[in-house]
């Protein structure tokens, strides 16, 4: 149970370790995707932004139209826009011919005009030749879209072409004049980070900074959304790299760290960690309850073992003696002394009350498991009491040459309860004083009193109790083992009864003992037999 217990246990911790390693993993993709998503964002603001402002600054009058008198639109000045274009095919490449086009337009008021030169003199042979090849070399495609547009249409064309190219151009100058700062600021940043975690369903707190590695060993932190984090974002792990498109080396991170990461990641898994730490707990108890259930029930077989050994014993010898007394009545010699008829007839009396004794104790524990007793409740004197319990167990004592003294200090020794029952008590006790004592018994009997009750205090210097045995010794049928001695009587019922029934008079039962050193008993009584 234990091994199988152990190996439950552990393999529910390897899944909730599993568990929380693949929530780390999935937390990790999904920093990455949000800073790779950031970096393409801010780069192409970046290009929109250069864009825009490069629009609004070009001059446009050179291009631009004008309208006469009558309404009619007209060029301004006139211009010459060439346009070179490379071709090939797979005929002329047979050749080994490599050749331009150049198409040149005279935009003027008049309108424009075009023609178009081979600039490779061995494609006119080529074509006198083979006069099939002219349309490839003159009648491409991109030159036949290109003489299809109108005079306005390629003024666009070449206009928009322009405008890209010098766009293109100040954006390669300016990955290398402008700063970081002019690029992006940390506002932006910080609202396109929160933007992403908030489509990935991610609510934690984040930091987040721009570094320059430029200088190697000494990076230079440009801004950080909050005060004194240089150190956590340099060994974060989750770092990518600013405008990775730029035409000149980069060397701007922007880095992300989650102070709170392990926090944010067993929450997301509390239900199933909560609902772990359940299961795994009522396994735990239940096989707790299990082993205890077993220990309880072999104490409780070995108790009965015991019981029914020492019962046996007890019942035994007085049987035996009244067997004995019996067959010597039976002899006609014994019945003709009168003297010695009247002795075995006593010790059959005396064996009969004791076997009624027995028997009596071992249904009193019956009766009392029940509830099934009444108390005839009394004023009493307990010093009364435990005088003559004293007087009957002295002569006792006295033949082992022990001695036994009372110190009776209580103020007030009335209390309400039952005479019988009470005797009992303080007879048990000095019994079990005795019993336990292996050599001289030496016995204290004290009384105290206070404004609640009688506290009544047994002691003696016999063999103690272990630390491990005080809280078995009110249980039925327990006895405490005596080694190899076995010449202590009875049935383990004494103190089981001497607790029940100071309960039973709203009192209170406890022992103080050291092994070796003896043992004391301490009982208190209340005055009034009533709950307080």
Known sequence: MTLALTGLISLQFYWISTGVE???EQFSRDIRAILDVVIR???KQDALYLTKSKIDNIENDFYSLETDSLGTARWKEQQTIRIKQSFSSEKLEKEGFAYEVEEEAVISTTGIARKNKVNDDKAESLIKINPGLE????????LRYLNQLSPSQTIRLVQKSNIVSSILNDM?????SRSIQDRVSMSIIDSLIRQEMKSKGIDIEYQFGVIDYRKEGNPQFIYSNQPNIE???????YKAQLFPSDYYENFNYLSLNFPNKNKYIFTELISVLVASAGFILLIAVGFAVAISTILRQKRMSDITKDFISNMTHELKTPIATVSLACEALMDPDIRKMPTQGSRYLA???EENNRLALQVEKVLQIARLDRGDFKLKIVPLDIHNIIETAVRNIKIQVEQREGSIKTVLEAENPYIEGDEVHVANIINNLLDNANKYSPETPEISINTVSNHQGVRIF?????QGISREM???IFDKFYRVPTGNLHDVKGFGLGLSYVKTMTEAHYGNISVKSELGKGSTFIIFLPYKHEQS
């Open 470 to 472: 005080r809280n078995k």
């Open 231 to 237: 150190e956590v974002l340099l060994s974060s792990l």
């Open 347 to 349: 010790m059959i009396q």
């Open 135 to 142: 349309e490839l070399i003159t009648r491409s495609d991109t």
């Open 41 to 43: 964002k801010v780069e």
């Open 172 to 176: 390669i100058l300016a990955d290398s």
């Open 458 to 462: 047994v002691s003696d210097k016999g």
């Open 22 to 24: 693949t929530n780390k």
